[in-house]
């Protein structure tokens, strides 16, 4: 497929897991990706390695997220490469400690907000001076941010909400430049962010939770992605996609 081509999309955090496979999709699609990474150059570098044994096209970009001027720094490095943007997928974040309320420490919350709602907020913020028009931003959220989270999960469902607010304000706004905006919100995926903890009985019952019988794969999440980073989804904005296999039903 080509629907992409002649596009340019940023994917951060796209060096592992749900973003690496949505750098891989949208660049199976014909755009040219920038896969960012904060620590593991070497994922990053093998995410576009592939991309481009594949055909596409792909550069990396490297900036350490949840820092002071982390945006500005990024799309610095991004302007070395591109000249403009058209798809923004604001992927990267953190799980962070998993604690209920009375045992969230100040330090741990802070750094949830910092690279969960501080990060894509002024990197959005940034990124609109280079989209262009017809433009997507894509926002990987979480399906915690509707009903009743767990409560040992209330720091980051708390940090992952403010991108649904961020996206219903900014579909609005860009509505008139044709920019659709749109928040993704995943399961449990099978990622290194639940390295260890999926296994046996709680792979089991976590499979559960879906009438589908299991859990969600970084590329359940890429393919929805890539439709709303389509011309196909031009007339869907500021909506919430549930991509959890039916867990909240």
Known sequence: MTTLA???ALVTGGSRGIGRAIAKRLARDGARVAVHYGNNETAAKE???AIEAAGGQAFTVHTRLGAPGDAA??????DTHADGLDILVNNAGILGDQAEIQDVTESNFDRLVAVNTRTPFFTTQHGLRRLRDGGRIINIGTMLTHGSAMPSAIAYAMSKAALDVLTATLAKQLGPRRITVNTVAPGVIDTDMHQGRLVGDALTWVSSLSPMGRIGTPEDV????????????????GQWIDASGGTLL
């Open 6 to 8: 002649g596009k340019t």
């Open 222 to 237: 890429a393919d929805a992605v890539a439709f709303l980073a389509s011309d196909d989804s031009r007339w869907v904005t």
């Open 47 to 49: 995410t576009a390695t």
């Open 73 to 78: 720094t990024l799309w610095a490095a991004f």
